[in-house]
């Protein structure tokens, strides 16, 4: 029987290429650590190292454990793999997006177009609302500023034929109470 | 009767002429016998010029002369006075006249010049006022049809452009107001929509 083909699942916290090259270094600096308290001598006093949340929970969701050298092995050449193949989509806001929002983007993504999909974040202030998604060949405007342009034609009308503001009245000065 | 009369004019003539010379002869034989007459003849003279012309005569005629010599010379240098003065008078009088008819003929020449500078100018700033205002009408004209030119590009303008004014001022007025938590629903919607291309783009690309 031909052993099932573990997949490695990425969290959503897990958002572009900088968190997966920080949990590379972050796996590789464990693994050279491990190995460091491997050739110290028994009876030794043992101090393992510390993981970021990021790390925890990528482990926690692929079920690894980083004291097995198998699962760390495992790890890094599928965080490899990922970082040469996963495909990349940068995606721009009018302001900079919260954790909670981009954890659940990235879900929307991981689900819908693909597993591996990271994104880079950027900032365009000028498009108000919305955002403008880059692939590889591609610009997908989902912005405010976009609609806006597409419906311009319908604007221009409705304010030409708009009827000309009348002039407000002038202000009437309070009335002046006479003295005792 | 005539006869008569010439020859008894010519007798008494003849008698008168006799008479004359014996008076000379007679007169001549009574003289000094050892004397010159000539010479007392020029001494009974010369006593009778000092009898007559003695000093005191001779003084008073000098002072007579004198007198008369000065009346002349004050006479001349009166009338020379009168003339010089006269002639001053004149020659002022021709000078005056001769300055001021020059005067005037300058003055007239010199106002005539000035009369025609000054037509001349006013004629040069006639022209040039002319031009200024001919080019002044132009170029008011020409700022007029250019102002309107430009007003009419940029009504036309804005009114192309009034939709644009329009999206900037709102995206500007609410760009920063839209919490992206709230646009997360219009996002995933978009993205949903456009999902077959991401895709097939990401695969194509990969």
């Known amino acids: 029987m031909e052993p099932k083909k573990r997949t490695l699942q990425l969290p959503v916290s897990l958002v572009g290429p900088t968190d997966l090259g920080r949990l590379s270094r972050e796996l590789a600096n464990i693994d050279e650590q491990l190995l460091q308290l491997k050739l110290r001598q028994p009876g030794g006093e043992v101090k393992l190292p510390k993981t970021t949340q990021l790390m925890d929970q990528l482990l926690s969701l692929n079920r690894l454990n980083l004291l097995q050298p198998a699962d760390r092995t495992w790890m890094r050449e599928a965080m490899e793999a990922i970082r040469q193949n996963a495909p990349v989509v940068q995606i721009s806001f009018s302001v900079d997006p919260s954790t909670a929002f981009l954890e659940k983007l990235m879900a929307w993504l991981r689900r819908e177009i693909h597993p591996y999909v990271l994104i880079g974040i950027g900032l365009q202030p000028n498009i108000a609302a919305g955002c403008v998604v880059r692939t590889t060949n591609k610009v997908f405007d989902f912005s405010l500023r976009q609609n806006f342009a597409k419906k311009q034609d319908e604007l221009q009308k409705a304010l030409l034929s708009a009827p000309a503001p009348t002039p407000a009245p002038a202000p009437v000065a309070a009335p002046v109470e006479p003295a005792p | ?206």
């Open chain 2, 1 to 206: 009767m005539t006869i008569w009369w010439l020859v008894l004019i010519l007798v008494a003539i003849g008698s008168s002429g006799i008479a004359f010379i014996w008076l000379a002869v007679r007169l001549n034989n009574n003289a000094l016998p050892g004397k010159d007459p000539n010479a007392s003849l020029e001494d009974a003279a010369n006593r009778d010029v000092e009898h007559i012309f003695n000093e005191a005569f001779r003084e008073e005629l000098r002072n007579r002369g004198r007198l008369h010599f000065e009346k002349i010379i004050g006479e001349n240098a009166m009338f020379l006075q009168q003339d010089l003065r006269l002639t001053t008078s004149q020659l002022n009088e021709y000078m005056k006249t001769e300055i001021t008819h020059k005067l005037t003929e300058e003055f007239d020449k010199y106002e005539q010049s000035i009369m025609d500078a000054k037509q001349l100018a006013i004629e040069s700033i006639q022209k040039t006022n002319t031009a200024i205002d001919e080019q002044r009408a132009a170029m008011s004209q020409q700022v007029q049809q250019e102002i309107m030119a430009e007003k009419q590009q940029l009504l036309e303008r804005f009114e192309s452009r009034m939709a644009d004014v329009v999206n900037h001022y709102v995206i500007a007025a609410i760009g920063n107001q839209i919490d992206l938590n709230d646009q997360l629903e219009y996002i995933l919607t978009e993205l949903e929509a456009n999902k077959q291309a991401i895709i097939e783009d990401i695969q194509h690309g990969t």
